[in-house]
DNA sequence: TTGAAAGCGCTAACAA
DNA sequence: TTGTTAGCGCTTTCAA
């Protein structure tokens, strides 16, 4: 049924030795003759190598597989954009899982990459599953993590810096004349990124002359269902509040169906800076300010390394790479009328 | 360095057999006693098969993979989330690419899956490589083909019901008071959802009472740059336009970019109804009233149907299942004020 | 209940 | 330049 390279091999008169080096493109051994052959015959035949047996006998299958936690979230699919393009460019295949931020989850599909022999991985990882992470570097298996820092783990890492992202951020909010500002963030204690944004926060206020008692932080539950009724309670308790700064797209869409519900004007009642720019920030009404992560190139970046260290005999030293949020000015924050 | 079944089967005492049974859960012809003591050193050296070896032998991967045509779009991802979920609780991984509509990259992919011997494929085509696509299912290779259909192609078909999706949508307008009602779309004789859009909004003016020439539709370019300036143009030119009813998500935020730009209140100067329900579109202000596809049920109900033709003996009869969308109605297209 | 041995499709060291 | 041969790690038939 299926033709293989004895197939091809027989139909030609030659070894299959020869054949196999002319499908891996091998031509130095070979007359032009003798290539010209058998090119034609695995045309005729239709001939399709098995990756399976290729992978069993070198080791290597040139399968990369990504680990996401939250595919909802637009950011992710930029990432994977830039994973995919990446990927394709150097010549890779790609296995896509989805965490859901899930321990569990997160280990069985690390478990099933390795049984599945991908030659690397590229994780936005939970945090929680230390042990596995440790164990996938102690045995040098080629491992990327991006977007979140793991307390004492070195490896390789792709990541943003939240802290100056958050700082620009707020800094605008100041610099536009507010006063009075509100940061808005999940509580989830395992990942580095929004404790860095709130940092990122509160250093803004005091280089700015303001002291730890103008902060005002209000955290939120990533998985309630309840976000928009916490926001409303917390805006109608602080209606001195004149600018929020919001660490995470969903939750600046709450943010807009909460001053949408009281009737608020943005910006002159509620100035609103958030992080991630998205498809549709600029086309809300006012267009939104935001910070803009480089998502494609983090995915980019992601893969370029976790190839080179694939390629790479010796272990390489652990690298981090740290990405430049930007600022996108629009109206949601403009200069506070007097 | 790679612990294999070998040494598992030395360490036990046992043979590999043996150790291939208990791995694979086949323990009818075990005593307990061995059972245990496999088990144990299965533990004890940290063991894991080698998938490409077991596929090798037993000519199935359990990966599934998947062709999509746009990331951007997250439509798509909540089909791929669909997928996922639905890969992780039958047992299968998935391998993701992306076309982005270009006929040489889906072939390419393609031609990779089988390479690696998925054992089946779903795919959102470009609808262009016919060849490619009927050469599959001649092959008896298990495919389903998602969201678009593939004139004269028999083949398995999880898709939307676009007609009465927009027939809905337009027909609300109209209940709503409005009688000038443009649809905006994009131009590719290609994919058959764009055409059937268009149908069901010239069915719905059709049916109440209007005639051909009430039809207003403006055809975009869909890489084009200057999408939204075709937009404003028409809407300047047009000034009796009361509603657009557009046919995909993309274009709404255009249209919502030159609304704003001219200065025109939605829903008084401007009703919209729009393609795709989204994460935002409920927070806009107003928000938007869209049709909600059901692009989870889409993936789930793809990959259980290719699963389920992957596992039948004989060839299946090609099946085709319609969704039906729903409209969501919010102010963005609020009964006019006479 | 257990195991020996053949072979899945391919690569590569070595020989010719 | 070309081919022979020995596996890669696993499953499975058949025999013990």
């Known amino acids: 049924m299926k033709i293989t390279i004895g197939d091809v091999a027989k139909e030609a008169n030659v070894s299959k030795t020869t054949v196999s080096r002319i499908v891996n493109g091998n031509y130095a051994h070979t007359t032009e003759e003798t290539k010209k052959k058998v090119l034609k015959t695995i045309k005729n035949l239709d001939y399709r190598p098995n990756a399976l047996a290729k992978g069993l006998k070198s080791t290597t299958t040139n399968v990369l597989g990504i680990v996401l936690s939250n595919l909802k979230n637009p950011f992710w699919t930029t990432v994977l954009e ?11 295949n790609l296995m896509i899982c989805n965490s859901n931020e899930e ?6 599909y690390i478990r099933e990459f390795r049984t599945r022999r991908v030659d690397g991985i590229v994780i936005n990882p939970t ?7 440790n164990n996938l570097i102690e045995e040098n298996y080629p491992l990327v993590i991006v977007n979140r820092r793991i ?7 792709v990541v943003m ?30 990942v580095s990124n929004w404790q860095e944004r709130v940092e990122g926060y509160r250093l803004a206020l005091l280089r700015n002359g303001y002291s730890t008692s103008d902060f005002r932080i209000l955290e939120l539950e990533q998985r309630s269902e309840r976000i928009k009724d916490c926001i409303l309670d917390y805006l109608k308790n602080n209606p001195d509040i004149q600018a929020v700064f919001s ?3 969903m939750i600046t869409l709450e943010v807009l169906g909460a001053v949408n519900e009281m009737g608020l004007t943005i910006p002159d009642d509620l100035a609103i800076v958030s992080y991630d720019e998205t498809l549709w920030a ?21 893969v370029e390394g976790l190839i080179k260290s694939i390629n790479e005999e010796k272990k390489l030293d652990p690298s981090t790479i740290v990405l430049e949020p930007e600022l996108i000015i629009r109206e949601s924050s403009d200069k506070l009328q007097q």
Not at 127 to 133: A, E, G, I, S, T
Not at 151 to 157: D, T, V
Not at 169 to 178: A, D
Request: hydrophobic share 30%; glycine share 8%; net charge negative.
């Open 103 to 108: 321990l569990e989850i997160e280990a069985e």
């Open 282 to 302: 600029k086309y809300f009404n006012p267009p939104l300010t935001t910070i803009r992560q480089p998502g494609y190139k983090m995915g980019q970046l992601a």
């Open 247 to 249: 660490t995470n797209n």
């Open 161 to 190: 810096d939240n802290v100056k992202g958050a700082y620009t951020g707020v800094e605008h909010l100041l610099n536009t004349g507010r006063k009075k500002i509100a940061v808005f963030v999940y509580q989830n204690s395992y």
């Open 127 to 133: 945090v929680q599953n230390y042990d596995l992470y």
């Open 82 to 92: 830039g994973v995919e393009d990446t990927c394709r460019e150097l010549g890779y």
């Open 151 to 157: 307390p004492s783990l070195e490896a390789n890492y």
